[in-house]
């Protein structure tokens, strides 16, 4: 009898390890306790986010600039305040590595295609990491330029690696 438990004991273990291994690699790791949360299983490692900074008073030469997050020239703009999602913002951003027009204009659609007149945002991806003297870094690198009928990319970005054209 004790050996018939022990089976079925075993063979439940088993049925419910490949189910949670099933729902782990089909979330891409998001399923609890193997989430991928940055603060549980990236610690250290390079991170990347998105910000969108009022430019208006900006000098065109300084507004493709990279610079580090303490240099930085211009306000944020609160995107709560714009009654847009951070997470979902930053998310749209930072992981996009191919900038069709379609994606572009969605970038206006998330402030109801609407920046303030004579203002103009810049948004931009903020890569953090840790250097070689374990101190932190925090680059902001421009991406577009947003105004109220227009979005212009920044020029000097190579094209072939961040921008497919649509067919």
Do not use: C
């Amino acid at each position: 009898m004790k050996q018939t438990e022990l089976k079925s004991g075993m063979k439940i273990i088993g049925v419910i390890f490949l189910v949670f291994v099933f729902t782990v690699a089909t979330h891409d790791g998001e399923f609890w306790p193997f989430s991928i949360f940055p603060m549980f299983s990236k610690a250290g490692n390079p991170w990347t986010r998105a910000m969108v900074l009022d430019v208006t008073n900006l000098e065109n030469e300084e507004l493709w600039k990279i610079h580090s997050l303490n240099e930085r020239s211009a306000a944020a703009i609160s995107l709560r305040k714009q009654g847009v999602d951070q997470i979902d913002f930053s998310n749209f951003v930072s992981k996009t590595n191919h900038w069709s027009e379609t994606r572009t204009n969605a970038l206006l659609t998330m402030f109801d295609n609407e920046v303030p007149q004579e203002r103009q945002w810049m948004i931009a991806k903020v890569r953090g990491e840790l250097d070689q003297e374990d101190l932190i870094t925090v680059q902001i690198h421009p991406l577009f330029l947003l105004s109220n009928d227009r979005i212009i990319r920044n020029p000097l970005l190579d094209d072939s690696h961040y921008f497919l054209r649509e067919e």
